[in-house]
């Protein structure tokens, strides 16, 4: 696990920076673009069913080694092809930064790291602080962390007048996609425990299993990726505003738990309800997630600063964190027996945050420099 999350550090978010440099910033394909790497992402949800699959034939050893060499075929294929379709583009950063800087950084950011395991292992260790007060600590903390580098971004001296009006407005979409991501939290965890529970897992003659519903997302984000990437393609220049998709994507969103409110309030606990009601769950919020997720790293990219190209993509990346830390703070309101009124309230919110920025569409779109770009809407 350790060199997994240290090879996604490395990487970060490099291939939604390198995506935003393909176009320019009046290219109507960058949605389309962005929409192509959701798709792709998600064919990659395949492999806890394929390597499952393996797993009971050949044992969890031959299963990790299919992974690893299809990981390393992958890499491969990057190396070969790299300067086939990169060329020079993201070879040097657009802003060097001083050698002297990057050692003052690398200083900084390891003791900081070692002081944060110090402390909480030692206030861990010692039951100063419980798991779940350090739940809570941690994820207020993952709320404020992408807003300090926001401020980070703004107050930079190599970030131009112009372009910090672009980032300033870039927020409204980034808090659709953090309630966004909070909803998707929820069906990660209350509703997990609901498909194996409360849900008759029985459809068509043939029995579901709890983890086959965590399955039903990336099929349907292939499917709704496809056919929104097939839209936006045919309508060009007339597709709507980067800021109206992230609008209407969030109330789907936010439709999704106001769906689940009528099973609860209509059947007794100890019913078994239909597994429709759990798939059209994510049939709504994965059409949403099709809708305004591409669209935000496009967005994201493209509002960047010259000198934080990659980086504005990364803190676009952290309203999944934020997403997570307002599920963990929001989810202590959670009770058994009061599902309905909690996924109402959650539902109501990400509905009203979508709306609002359907309402503001045009506004939002002018102060990120989209109105007169790759979107004219009609």
């Known amino acids: ?144 962390v992408p807003v300090i580098y926001f401020i980070v971004i703004l107050r930079s001296s190599k970030t131009a007048p112009e372009e910090r009006r672009h980032v300033l407005w870039l927020i409204p979409a980034f808090i659709c996609n953090c309630v966004s991501l909070m909803v998707w939290y929820q069906g990660t965890s209350i509703l997990a425990i609901y498909a194996d529970v409360r849900v008759n897992r029985v459809l068509f003659g043939i029995e579901i299993t709890p983890a086959a519903f965590q399955t039903i997302p990336a099929i349907l984000a292939i499917f709704f990726g496809s056919t929104v990437l097939g839209l936006w393609n045919k309508m060009g220049k007339k597709q709507p505003l980067s800021s109206t998709k992230e609008g209407l994507g969030t109330i789907f969103w936010g439709c999704g738990p106001l769906l689940m409110v009528i099973p609860y309030l209509l059947y007794p606990a100890d019913v078994k309800v239909s597994p429709l009601w759990l798939i059209g769950f994510y049939v709504l919020i994965i059409l949403g997630e099709a809708l305004n997720s591409p669209v935000g790293y496009s967005c994201a990219s493209l509002v960047a600063p010259k000198a934080f190209a990659a980086q504005m993509v990364t803190v676009w990346s952290l309203s999944q964190s934020t997403g997570a830390a307002l599920s963990s703070l929001v989810v202590n309101f959670y009770h058994e027996g009061s599902e309905a009124t909690f996924f109402l309230a959650i539902g109501t919110v990400t509905c009203i945050v979508g709306a609002l920025a359907i309402v503001f569409r045009k506004k939002i779109a002018t102060g990120m420099g989209l109105l007169n770009a790759a979107s004219t809407e009609q």
Do not use: W
């Not at 064919?43 to 060499?69: D, K, Q, R």
């Not at 092809?81 to 050698?99: C, L, Q, S």
């Open 1 to 144: 696990q350790c060199r997994l999350l240290v090879a996604n550090m490395c990487a970060g978010r490099s291939l939604e920076a390198l995506v935003g440099k393909f176009y320019e910033k009046s290219d109507s394909r960058r949605d389309g673009a962005f929409t192509i790497t959701y798709v792709i992402s998600n064919i990659g949800a395949a492999a806890p069913v394929i390597s499952g699959m393996v797993a009971l034939a050949a044992g969890y050893h031959g299963a990790f080694a299919l992974c690893a060499v299809f990981a390393a075929l992958g890499a491969l294929s990057f190396i070969f092809t790299e300067n086939k379709f990169f060329g020079t583009i993201g070879a040097e950063p657009d802003v060097p930064v001083e050698d002297t800087q990057k050692k003052k950084f690398l200083t900084r950011l390891t003791i900081a790291v070692v002081l944060a395991i110090v402390i909480f292992g030692g206030l861990l260790g010692t039951g100063t602080i419980s798991i779940s007060t350090f739940a809570n600590t941690v994820s207020t903390a993952a709320i404020f």
